[in-house]
């Protein structure tokens, strides 16, 4: 049960593009459709931005997309906005029937 | 609109016990897979346990296995976790969370989240 690994911290200028990679095995990542990405605020829970690899739920903003290749998800972020500053955190299941997450991202917008 | 609710977090002694409660409302309780998820502070994210929507399923961390218990009664829309011998390092905000699939594959809803301290 290892964590997946992600970029401690990212950053970018508000308008720009950013994208935060999340790395695992073909135990879980490569080997499964269930990745999530979640944004967190200090002291708030955690959010779903992204199922199933790419889906975004209701009312998420279409700025967030999520893509697989591989071992290896990723999260992007289009038109950095302040608001965008936040922790993000990958997760998948795996082939143990249990769930995986990534250490997180802190993203800054500059 | 799903709302969750956890309980029974508060300050433990080192080899003590603790039980979590997690009240659900906004959705049908038993067609859902839920999650316990604990964050230490400052820290990341540890999933921590999982049961299915009937509660014939559960599954557990390896940091956790033996000591925790996952339950839920489906009748009063509540998901449990029992803690025993309960160590420092299981000091965290416990969030429970509901999963998009009757067994346990990926978290949507999450709860506040309740903090455990353990400390002598």
């Known amino acids: 049960q290892s964590a997946l690994t992600q970029p401690a911290s990212v950053s970018g200028s508000p308008g720009q593009s950013i994208t935060i990679s999340c790395t695992g095995t073909?135990?879980?990542?490569?080997?499964?459709?269930?990745v999530s990405w979640y944004q967190q605020y200090p002291g708030k829970a955690p959010k779903l931005m992204i199922s199933?690899?790419?889906n975004r739920p209701s009312g998420v903003s279409n700025r967030f997309s999520g893509s697989k290749s591989g071992n290896t998800a990723s999260l992007t972020i289009s038109g950095l906005q302040a608001e965008d500053e936040a922790d993000y955190y990958c997760s998948s299941y795996s082939s143990t029937s249990t769930l995986v997450f990534g250490g997180g991202t802190k993203l800054t917008v500059l | 609109e799903v709302h969750l609710l956890e309980s029974g977090g508060g300050l433990v002694q080192p080899g003590g016990s603790l039980r979590l409660s997690c009240a659900a409302s906004?959705?049908?309780?038993?067609?859902?897979?839920m999650n316990w998820v604990r964050q230490t502070p400052g820290k990341g994210l540890e999933w921590v346990s999982g049961?299915?929507?009937?509660?014939?399923?559960?599954y557990y961390a390896d940091s956790v296995k033996g000591r925790f218990t996952i339950s839920r009664d489906n009748s009063k829309k509540t998901l449990y976790l029992q803690m025993n011998s309960l160590r420092a390092e299981d000091t965290a905000v416990y969030y429970c969370?509901?999963?998009?699939?009757?067994?346990?594959?990926?978290?949507?809803?999450w709860g506040q989240g309740t903090l455990v301290t353990v400390s002598s």
């Open positions: 049961i299915s929507s009937s509660g014939d399923s559960t």
């Open positions: 906004g959705f049908t309780f038993s067609s859902y897979a």
């Open positions: 073909s135990s879980d990542v490569g080997g499964y459709d269930y």
């Open positions: 969370a509901k999963d998009l699939y009757t067994f346990g594959r990926e978290a949507d809803y």
């Open positions: 199933g690899v790419s």
